[in-house]
């Protein structure tokens, strides 16, 4: 079974951009969960969605937003990109959504560097 | 707010020693806990969890945890670690409130031969 992909692997954009990053869970599997990835603040929740809705936001400006599809594939969006956004951002999937015993799976990440 | 600490950011071992990185959580319920693995260049991994039952969890490659409720702590322990354990550790706890995953701001541990 083929894991987590994320696509593109790197970006590079500029300040005041915007962006839009791609998840494709684990076949079956309906949960998909962002995370943030720095060396200062470590690995952030940034949302969770089960079945298209959104469950779970984590402390982020509403600059991130994110959506899911009827095919469980995920996107984020970033706009008007800031240098602190510069981050590897990881998607993970699982079956069910965070509250039920599952564990999640995570994608290589995509690395952002705002320029 | 739910908090994960890792009390060690970098550990230098030699092969063959015994390794134990501690971890402890602020969440006062019931917790599912993880720790997943990072090699250079790899994306992150699941090592081993624990959910309910035996506080003694053993992983892939070795590994194991202990859940000790009354400390509050997971700490992850191997007794003879390898040069290709050399990667950085997370630990992660997340209540059956079902919030999301917290993570701890990870260990790096770096095994020499």
């Known amino acids: 079974k083929a894991g987590v992909t994320q696509t593109p692997r790197y970006l590079i954009k500029t300040r005041g951009q915007q962006v839009t990053l791609s998840c494709s869970p684990i076949?079956?599997?309906?949960?998909v969960s962002w995370y943030q990835q720095t060396p200062g603040q470590g690995l952030q929740f940034l949302f969770e969605y089960f079945s298209e809705t959104q469950r779970n936001k984590g402390n982020f400006p509403g600059r991130f937003s994110g959506r899911q599809f009827s095919n469980s594939r995920s996107e984020m969006n970033v706009s008007t990109l800031e240098l602190g956004d510069s981050a590897l951002y990881l998607c993970a999937s699982s079956l069910a959504p965070s509250g039920s015993q599952e564990t999640q799976y995570f994608g290589p990440g995509t690395r952002l560097l705002v320029l | 707010a739910q908090s994960v600490s890792q009390h060690n950011h970098h550990v230098i071992l030699s092969e063959a020693a015994s390794l134990e990185l501690g971890c402890n959580y602020s969440?006062?319920?019931?917790?599912?806990l993880f720790w997943y693995v990072q090699y250079p260049g790899q994306h992150l991994q699941l090592l081993l969890k624990?959910?309910?039952?035996?506080?003694l969890v053993k992983g892939i490659k070795g590994f194991e945890a202990e859940f000790i409720k009354s400390k509050f702590s997971f700490n992850l322990r191997k007794p003879s670690v390898q040069w290709s354990d050399t990667a950085e550790y997370f630990c992660?706890?997340?209540?059956?409130?079902?919030?999301?995953?917290?993570f701890g701001k990870g260990t790096t541990l770096s095994v020499s031969s």
């Open positions: 992660a706890v997340r209540n059956q409130a079902g919030t999301a995953l917290i």
């Open positions: 076949s079956g599997h309906r949960s």
């Open positions: 969440y006062g319920g019931t917790v599912n």
């Open positions: 624990y959910f309910s039952g035996d506080p």
